[in-house]
T-cell receptor, first 114, second 110 residues
């Protein structure tokens, strides 16, 4: 284990459901990220949090809502998703220091929207 | 805007042959370049970064600012090198924003 844990590993949800993805790291990192990985597109950066403040929102639809209550936890709240939102959602963390930006990834949550 | 391009989605070579995975980037500031690798059933992990100038598992990559490239090379491929490889760029200025290319699936044939 590299220290970044994502739950659940798999999630199936209907378009009217509300669910949340959780990411946890105990590596002492200050920056956390959400990425979307789908079959036909490269890894898409969704959100970046640095010191619990959102510093990047990469034109993500509002049906995705991130939350970073502290430097160890990151959530992605999902609401009224579409089938095209089905993908692997990856969380990552890094120290966030210049020249020390290696990102450590979780194993991802495989989301299926039906 | 930051952009990373990996022109090859698939690359197949024979064991013992040289390997080169191409990566080009677009960024007006000072970039930090990485190669990440994802082996079968494993999570995405860092392979190497341009700042450290290391050779990891026989792989090297040189940042060419004139050609805005960061190609990954290995002189003699091994079967265990089969994996998905991603080139990534981070800004050395401003907020962290690690952007990935589309990835290249490398298959080493015996």
């Amino acid at each position: 284990e590299t220290g970044v844990t994502q739950t659940p590993r798999h999630l199936v949800m209907g378009m009217t459901n509300k669910k949340s993805l959780k990411c946890e790291q105990h590596l002492g990192h200050n920056a956390m990220y959400w990425y979307k990985q789908s079959a036909k597109k490269p890894l898409e950066l969704m959100f970046v949090y640095s010191l619990e403040e959102r510093v990047e929102n990469n034109s993500v639809p509002s049906r995705f809502s991130p939350e970073c209550p502290n430097s160890s936890h990151l959530f992605l709240h999902l609401h009224t998703l579409q089938p095209e939102d089905s993908a692997l959602y990856l969380c990552a963390s890094s120290k966030g220091d210049r020249g020390n930006t290696e990102a450590f990834f979780g194993q991802g949550t495989r989301l299926t929207v039906v | 805007a930051q952009r990373v391009t990996q022109p090859e989605k698939l690359l197949s070579v024979f064991k013992g042959a040289p390997v080169e995975l191409k990566c080009n980037y677009s960024y007006s500031g000072s970039p930090e370049l990485f190669w990440y690798v994802q082996y079968s059933r494993q999570r995405l992990q860092l392979l190497l970064r341009h700042i450290s100038r290391e050779s990891i598992k026989g792989f090297t990559a040189d940042l060419n600012k004139g050609e805005t490239s960061f190609h990954l090379k290995k002189p003699f491929a091994q079967e265990e090198d089969s994996a998905m490889y991603y080139c990534a760029l981070n800004s050395l200025q401003g907020a962290q924003k690690l952007v990935f290319g589309q990835g290249t699936r490398l298959t080493i044939n015996p």
